[in-house]
């Protein structure tokens, strides 16, 4: 009886979706992830004055919308670490930076990161001449969060491998919802979070049809702020 209990108990926990509690949208392509007390946030924008302060803070590119200096100013400290491309680089003077190529791999502070080169294939907004990038982040639990950045369904992330995907929807300056749909399911992450949507460029409707079209689990976040 104990035995079928403890087989029981191993089958229910394999078959447990898993957690994305720990990663909090906050709008658009904003996100803030929490490793146990680590807060990492990728592309902060529009936050609430109670954000919590920032332990590592990656930007993917230099617009506005995702490089938001009043922003930072609201969670950043002393201690914060910066990983940014090498246009953001610049404009960081005096601050712990990490300089993110694509293709690269790095330690920032705890939180190891890879930088996935993101750009657009058939519009001028993200050229891949500026080397933009998205982030793999590793948690200290060793799960795998992409977040693409402001880009196309490029040949580098066919070849992605991560847990979770953080991707853009919202078309226009990034890829559809269809698009977006048949990128995660050529790499397949376990779970895909629909992000630049709702502000700027698109719509629930976007995210809700990255959900039919993706093959795996895709989860629609609220968002935070």
């Known amino acids: ?64 919308d995702h490089y938001s200096v009043e922003d930072i100013a609201r969670i950043e400290r002393p201690t914060t670490v910066f990983v940014v ?17 694509p293709g690269g791999s790095y330690q920032a502070g705890p939180v190891k990161v890879t930088a996935v080169p993101a750009y657009n294939l058939n519009k001028e907004f993200h050229p891949k001449s500026n080397h933009w990038v998205g982030y793999i ?24 491998q991560t847990d979770v995907a953080l991707m853009p929807c919202g078309g226009t300056y990034t890829m559809t919802a269809a698009e977006m749909a048949a990128a995660a399911n050529a790499f397949k992450p376990a779970v895909l979070i629909p992000m630049h949507w709702g502000d700027i460029v698109g719509s629930k409707a976007d995210a809700e049809a990255v959900a039919k079209a993706f093959k795996g689990r895709t989860v629609i976040k609220p968002v935070e702020r």
């Open 1 to 64: 009886m104990l035995c079928s209990r403890l087989l029981l108990s191993i089958f229910l926990l394999a078959e447990a979706p898993m957690s994305v509690d720990h990663i909090h949208w906050l709008g658009h392509a904003s996100f803030r992830i929490d490793d146990g007390a680590v807060r990492i946030y990728i592309d902060p924008w529009k936050l609430s004055g109670g954000a919590p302060k920032a332990d590592v803070i990656l930007i993917t590119h230099s617009h506005f």
């Open 137 to 160: 982040v590793t948690l200290s639990n060793g799960q795998r969060i992409y977040h693409s950045g402001d880009s196309d369904a490029t040949p580098e992330m066919k070849q992605v």
């Open 85 to 101: 491309p090498e246009d953001v680089a610049p404009k960081l003077k005096g601050k712990h930076v990490v300089l993110a190529e």
